[in-house]
């Protein structure tokens, strides 16, 4: 075949007609109507825990505790004399606003974007979810206390003088109570192992560990190390290969679901950084003003609105969940908050 070919006297091709972005081209565009949004929505804790009602901006509740076990036995015969007993406690956390303003022109509304009906509820509609997303990040935040106060401290109370926003303390915030173990840089069983024995002889029955995506590779290496338990051969037709630990069953005979939260935060600092194990079904929600959508009045040629939730987290017990701190992850393999 020859390298090149004759061209027709005259002929009008799509080069000559020009195709986009040329200012010249008048033929249309392919733009296909289906908009791509890759950034996560899956947010385990947010989407998973119960949710219950908040009454006031601080929201608190009661806990007890038993008497230490003791060999002593009764004197027969011994007159009453009144024991030393527990009393009960007061938790509270203050309620956080978690908010988004949007304003869209109404030149914009009428108009006809690809992948998007209306440009307004599209907003509205992402919004939503960022709430989500920074409400489970507010959950497992490295800080823990900004209050300088014992009794906010111990309470699980934050605030911020900077901005005078109210801030609800989130699970490292409990920590200071029950207190966490100060891990290796990267997940150990040791150190798994630690924690859940601490938890148990707290009373606790945890059903969850909560590892940042890092980490939940370094937990799969760390089980995995130098045996083949953890790698199953499925048969030829199947062609698979399954490397995960999605259980991990503690000496305690605790089943722990190993759950992969990408809001954990993960830094190459060692200082601020943890993985968590708790109970579930003792980690609540508790909302003040339910996830809603207002819309606000015409102030000019646009659309306004606010998207809100106000919440908080319940914590039935602060050793019903634990930490492991002082961990790390590399930069470049995790997300990094």
């Known amino acids: ?22 200012d010249t081209a008048i033929h249309h565009e392919d733009l296909t109507d ?16 119960p949710k219950t009602r908040a009454k006031d901006v601080v929201h608190s509740w009661p806990v007890d505790s ?49 992948g998007v009906r209306d440009m307004y509820d599209h907003q509205i509609m992402k919004e939503f979810k960022v709430l989500a997303r920074n409400v489970e990040y507010a959950v ?67 059903d969850s560990l909560w590892l940042y995506p890092w980490g939940k590779g370094e937990f799969y290496t760390e089980v995995s190390a130098n045996t083949t338990h953890n790698t199953r051969n499925i048969e030829a037709s199947e062609r698979r290969l399954i490397a995960n630990v999605d259980v991990f069953e503690t000496p305690m005979g605790q089943l722990l ?12 600092a ?17 909302f003040f003003r339910p996830p809603q959508h207002k819309e606000l009045g015409k102030q000019g040629d646009n659309t306004r609105g606010i998207v809100l939730m106000e919440c908080t987290l319940e914590l039935a017990h602060p050793s019903s969940w634990g930490a492991v701190t002082a961990v790390t992850c590399a930069a470049a393999n995790s997300l990094v908050l």
């Not at 080069?15 to 986009?20: A, K, L, S």
């Not at 289906?34 to 825990?49: A, K, M, N, R």
């Not at 079904?281 to 508790?286: H, T, W």
């Open 1 to 22: 075949m020859p390298a090149t070919y004759p061209l027709p006297t005259n002929l009008v091709s799509t080069y000559d007609i020009g195709f986009f972005p040329s």
């Open 34 to 49: 289906v908009l791509t949004i890759l950034d996560s929505t899956q947010t385990p804790f947010f989407s998973g825990c």
């Open 66 to 114: 038993l008497a230490a076990p003791s060999t002593a036995g009764a004197p027969d015969g011994v007159d009453f004399n009144g024991d030393v007993l527990t009393t009960p406690a007061r938790l509270f956390n203050g309620t956080q606003i978690f908010r988004r303003d949007v304003i869209v022109s109404d030149r914009e509304r009428a108009s006809n974007p690809a």
């Open 140 to 206: 497992f935040k490295s800080t823990a206390v900004v209050s300088g106060a014992a009794s906010a401290m111990v309470s699980g109370v934050e605030s911020s003088a900077s901005t005078n926003a109210p801030y609800m303390a989130g699970l490292r915030g409990f920590a200071l109570i029950t207190g966490a173990i100060t891990g290796n840089a990267s997940v150990l069983t040791a150190d798994i192992v630690a924690l859940n024995n601490r938890m148990f002889l707290n009373g606790a029955e945890p």
């Open 257 to 268: 679901a190993v759950i992969t939260d990408r809001f954990i935060p993960c830094g190459t």
């Open 270 to 286: 060692a200082s601020s950084y943890a993985y968590f194990m708790g109970d579930r079904s003792m980690a609540k929600l508790a």
